[in-house]
């Protein structure tokens, strides 16, 4: 199982990025795929969900109204779209899989995944 993130990099404030996540050594429709981020000297947070058909989708707070997350089965992949990016958005993002399919009260916890990619920076400048 590999999960590779990409699609991070340098953008001013309120502009927009897309990471993606393209998992392989799994068929992807089945998992639940997460995206977390760790900014410098904080912990891990998690931040979207999507479920496994795709219909159930989870936010954060901090990031509601400004991150869109989607996955593409066929192509084994899974989407952040990210507008509006301020600069406390700088951090470390990570996908990562769970065979858990929580309903969408359940938070976004990191304990509920298995695998995790290598991930990717963001940088927000003001």
């Known amino acids: 199982v590999q999960l590779q993130a990409s699609g991070g990099g340098l953008v001013q404030a309120g502009g927009s990025l897309r990471l993606s996540c393209a998992v392989s050594?799994?068929?992807?429709?089945?998992?639940?795929i997460g995206w977390f981020r760790q900014a410098p000297g904080k912990g891990r947070e998690g931040i979207s969900r999507?479920?496994?058909?795709?219909?159930?989708?989870v936010y954060a707070n901090s990031v509601k109204g400004r991150f869109t997350i989607s996955r593409d089965n066929g192509k084994k992949t899974v989407f952040l779209q990210m507008s509006s990016l301020k600069p406390e958005d700088t951090a470390v993002y990570y996908c990562?899989?769970?065979?858990?399919?929580?309903?969408?009260?359940?938070?976004?916890?990191?304990?509920?995944?298995?695998?995790w990619g290598q991930g990717t920076l963001v940088t927000v400048s003001s």
């Open positions: 990562a899989v769970s065979r858990y399919n929580p309903i969408t009260s359940h938070p976004i916890n990191d304990i509920d995944y298995d695998y």
């Open positions: 999507i479920s496994s058909s795709g219909r159930r989708t």
């Open positions: 050594g799994f068929t992807l429709d089945s998992y639940t």
